[in-house]
């Protein structure tokens, strides 16, 4: 299960972001019952979560956190979490020259790359 976290001011396609997650997961045999969280945040939130947890003071586009080896707890399922900064995913796509969406879909597979290899 794909739970996508996000502010209405951000424009995002849910339905085919979870879709592609999910394709990602199923790539990676991971159960259907099991679930991952994206959320989707502002420079300031990034920012935060990067000087917390990586001592970077600096909104990085894409942070990946696992619970594979450490779960929330035994009645949940959570795999893990992915967050996005949305102000700099669409930074991402202007200078890539890319869709927006694409660009998403990138740093989401990235996230979940960092999951499976933490």
């Known amino acids: 299960m794909i739970n996508i976290f996000s502010s209405s001011r951000y424009k995002i396609n849910k339905s085919s972001l979870e879709a592609f997650a999910q394709a990602e997961l199923d790539k990676r045999h991971v ?3 099991s679930a991952l969280n994206i959320a989707f ?14 001592h970077e003071n600096v909104a ?3 942070l990946s956190f696992s619970y594979l080896t450490d779960p929330i707890s035994t009645t949940d399922n959570v ?3 992915v967050v996005i900064c949305y102000p700099q995913a ?14 998403m879909q990138s740093l989401i597979e ?3 790359q960092n999951i499976f290899t933490k």
């Open 60 to 62: 990085l586009p894409v």
């Open 79 to 81: 795999i893990g979490e």
């Open 110 to 112: 990235h996230g979940i």
């Open 31 to 33: 159960a259907k019952s």
């Open 41 to 54: 945040v502002g420079k300031r939130k990034m920012k935060d979560v990067a000087n917390t947890y990586k």
């Open 90 to 103: 669409v930074l991402l796509a202007a200078e890539r020259e890319k869709r927006v969406e694409k660009v």
